[in-house]
């Protein structure tokens, strides 16, 4: 998984795409799941660094992690498995 290349991310939090003109804003730890999506960390390797960092559990983290991912995808913010492939 990808977040797409012209989708500009600040260290604010705000998200543009300038493809629709949308722009989105995260939380902090949004901010550092995107990069470490941007870092090519795979989701278990995402999971065990929040879970190291921040006071959760596992089950939590799972959903609102996927629950995140999912409005990206909605979003078009991701690059689609086909797309990663080409």
């Known amino acids: 998984m990808k977040l797409r290349k012209n989708v500009a ?5 705000l998200l543009f795409n300038p493809v629709t003109g949308e722009s989105f804003s995260v939380n902090p730890i949004g901010i550092e799941i995107l990069n470490l999506i941007r870092e090519e960390k795979d989701p278990e390797q995402i999971g065990r660094i929040i879970l190291n960092k921040y006071t ?18 909605h979003h078009n913010l991701l690059e689609s498995h086909e797309e990663t492939k080409a």
């Open 9 to 13: 991310v600040s260290e604010a939090g």
């Open 56 to 73: 959760t559990d596992q089950a939590t983290f799972e959903k609102d992690y996927y629950d995140f991912i999912g409005i990206l995808e």
